[in-house]
T-cell receptor, first 112, second 115 residues
C-alpha cells in the first residue's frame, strides 16, 4: 500500500517569512495529492490539491509542487501570517484503493 | 455547504463495551471513510466504503467494524473497546467524478476515551 512521509514535524517561522513542508510517497500509481490544514480543535480542511498531470499549482500565498519522478511533493506558504499557524497534513491517493493516505503532520507556528 | 456530522463530540466508555460512532453526510457522496488521529501519527485509515453495503479494510482495521446500510450514513463499531482505542475519530466523505476522486470533507471528530 501507499506510504507517505512528511517533514518537518514542527516548523517555526517569523511572520512574513516563507514556510516549506515536504512529503514523499511510495506508490507510483498515486495521482491525487491534497493538503489539509487543521486549526486547533477543528476539522481538517482542504487548502490546495494537485493531480499527477501537473507539476505546480498556486492559490494566492499557497503553492504546491509535485515531482513524480522523485515521488515527492511540497507545500509552500509565502508571506506567512499568524493565522497560518496550524497543523498541516499532506496526503496521497492511489488509483487502486481510492482512499487517502496521510502524512504524520507538520505543526506550523508563525511568530508575530 | 457540505456537512459531515458525527453523532458525538466526546464519548467516555468502559473497557469491553461495544461502541457505536455514527456519521452522516448530506452531499450524496459515494465514498465514506473512518480515520483515527493520534499525535505524531497523522490520520490513519480504519475502514472505508464506496457504496451502500460495501466496505473495505484500511490500514488499521483490527478491533473495528463498520456498517453502511444507507448512502448517507457510515457507522464505526468498536466490538469490545480497549484503552488503546482512546483517540480522536474522524469521518470523511467524498465523491468520484470523471476527473477522478475529489476533496474529502471531514466531520468535526469524536474524542473517545476508554477507561
Amino acid at each position: 500500500g501507499e506510504n507517505v512521509e512528511q517533514h518537518p514535524s514542527t516548523l517555526s517561522v517569523q511572520e512574513g517569512d516563507s514556510a516549506v513542508i515536504k512529503c514523499t510517497y511510495s506508490d507510483s500509481a498515486s495521482n491525487y495529492f491534497p493538503w489539509y490544514k487543521q486549526e486547533l480543535g477543528k476539522r481538517p480542511q482542504l487548502i490546495i490539491d494537485i493531480r499527477s498531470n501537473v507539476g505546480e499549482k498556486k492559490d494566492q500565498r499557497i503553492a504546491v509542487t509535485l515531482n513524480k519522478t522523485a515521488k515527492h511533493f511540497s507545500l509552500h506558504i509565502t508571506e506567512t501570517q499568524p493565522e497560518d499557524s496550524a497543523v498541516y497534513f499532506c496526503a496521497a491517493m492511489d488509483t487502486g484503493r481510492r482512499a487517502l493516505t496521510f502524512g504524520s503532520g507538520t505543526r506550523l507556528q508563525v511568530q508575530p | 455547504d457540505v456537512k459531515v456530522t458525527q453523532s458525538s463530540r466526546y464519548l467516555v466508555k468502559r473497557t469491553g463495551e461495544k461502541v457505536f460512532l455514527e456519521c452522516v453526510q448530506d452531499m450524496d457522496h459515494e465514498n465514506m471513510f473512518w480515520y483515527r488521529q493520534d499525535p505524531g501519527l497523522g490520520l490513519r485509515l480504519i475502514y472505508f466504503s464506496y457504496d451502500v453495503k460495501m466496505k473495505e479494510k484500511g490500514d488499521i482495521p483490527e478491533g473495528y467494524s463498520v456498517s453502511r446500510e444507507k448512502k448517507e450514513r457510515f457507522s464505526l463499531i468498536l466490538e469490545s473497546a480497549s484503552t488503546n482505542q482512546t483517540s480522536m475519530y474522524l469521518c470523511a466523505s467524498s465523491s468520484t467524478t470523471g476527473l477522478g476522486d475529489t476533496e474529502a470533507f471531514f466531520g468535526q471528530g469524536t474524542r473517545l476515551t476508554v477507561v
